[in-house]
């Protein structure tokens, strides 16, 4: 199956691609969005280009495994994506996904600006690979299943 992963952020959405058989993630772009609305035209258009069979979305969690407040936002857009796009989407704990992405740059030689555009993309393929780590091995299962049917 192809993926297509989401690290939502309120100004920055970094999106990231990958598929079951190879295991690879690859960060693809930052959406840029003021609104929600230009945000959901975003994912429209990166679906139509790269063709998921399915989502994932990062849900922030607190350090203890709590919810955070963002968890009942990202829950809302989990149900609006698959409303909308008619794919499913899988709930994925995000903890450390930025710090992987800033630990990734760190000796890149990219100037902050260029950082700061390219992490959101970076921490939603460390998203990606956390749930591609996980299939098959229900063990180390990082997906938090909820009862409205989203995985």
Known sequence: MRYLAIDLGDKRTGIAVGDDITGIASPVETIYASTHELRLEGFKRVIDEQGPDALILGIPLNMDGTDSPGVTKAKA?????????????????????????????????????QKKARRDALAAAAILRNFLATLGNPENNTHDPDESGLE
């Open 77 to 113: 857009l989990a149900e609006e994506l698959t409303a909308t796009f008619g794919l499913k989407v899988h709930l994925v704990d995000e903890r450390l996904t930025s710090a992987a992405a800033d630990e990734q740059m760190a000796q890149s030689g990219l100037t902050r600006d």
